[in-house]
């Protein structure tokens, strides 16, 4: 295993003698939990303009809304999904019922922790049934983040199973129990890199990253809850590495949709997230125009 180095086949890189052809573009789908909902409106705005990128990546949300668009899936597709399961509270009722422990021996073979939950087998009961299990199968090559706890670095995979892949790159601390991945411990890829765009930038003439951490809100004076402190001050953690990261390099597009004061397990209010949401695609469309005249000129 490698670790922040792709685990796969390079792709080649951008052909510097596309220039003055139609570019070629990349996505960066970032994590933050039921915020990354708003990820839709961007997949749906390249369905709108019949933009096929040349390859994905993502970080725990972004890493699940990726894979669906990596596997063929459109927005709306996507959208309809969303809303009939995570948006869904009977659904999620239903689904997470069927997931439940038969026996205390099946609760104890399984590693079933207190107020941790395997999200590999919570992926497998919510995402479409027509998702492939390895990333060869994905019909976009997409590289996916996750986080070696005791290697502290993050690690890319784009190749075997697509599954624990997913699950590891999504494991939020504290609510999913770790994932084992090429015989080590992985934690939430959004933890040593929310949006992964740098991993992209040779590998397309224009790419785009999309931040859904958002911060914590409020009016300033109210103090934070146990929960408000937790997840808060993993958005502040993220912000400042995203920070760092756009000083040193930063990708051609990069987008922040407004997602408000939404928890990061808000699934249920995924209609109120898509609302809010909206304006980044007409902000996409724009970046974009700008983005494809300006390699016109290069």
Not at 215 to 226: K, L, S, Y
Request: aromatic share 6%.
């Amino acid at each position: 295993m490698q670790q922040a180095e792709n685990i796969s086949t390079e792709l080649p890189a951008a052909d510097a003698s596309s220039q003055g052809s139609t570019p070629t573009i990349a996505v960066a789908f970032g994590g933050g939990g039921a915020r990354g909902i708003s990820h839709i409106h961007v997949i749906e705005t390249l369905d709108e303009l019949g933009i096929r990128p040349v390859a994905i990546a993502g970080s725990s949300i972004g890493a699940i809304m990726g894979a669906g668009m990596a596997a063929g899936m459109t927005g709306e597709a996507i959208r309809e999904h969303v809303l009939m399961t995570v948006g869904n509270k009977t659904a999620v009722v239903s689904r997470l019922w069927g997931l439940r422990p038969q026996t205390v021996r099946d609760a104890v073979a399984n590693g079933v922790r207190i107020g941790q939950f395997n999200l590999e087998r919570i992926l497998k009961a919510f995402l479409p049934a027509d998702l492939p299990d390895r990333f060869e199968d994905l019909a976009i090559p997409m590289t996916v983040t996750a986080t070696d706890y005791y290697g502290q670095a993050e690690v890319l995979v784009s190749e075997g199973p697509l599954f624990p892949a997913l699950a590891a790159s999504s494991a939020i601390p504290a609510v999913f129990m770790p994932v084992r991945l090429y015989g080590r411990v992985m934690i939430d890829g959004g933890i040593s890199n929310p949006v992964p765009y740098e991993c992209l930038m040779d590998k397309a003439d224009i790419v785009i990253g999309i931040d859904v951490v958002g911060a914590p809100e409020g009016d300033g004076t109210h103090i934070p809850n146990r929960m408000e402190s937790i997840f808060g001050s993993g958005q502040l953690m993220m912000q400042t590495a995203i920070t760092l990261k756009l000083r040193l390099q930063a990708p051609h597009i990069f987008l922040r949709p407004a997602v408000g004061r939404t928890g990061v397990m808000d699934f249920l209010k995924a209609r109120e997230v898509l609302a809010m949401s909206a304006g980044v695609k007409d902000e996409l469309k724009y970046a974009l125009d700008q983005a494809i005249e300006a390699h016109a000129r290069a």
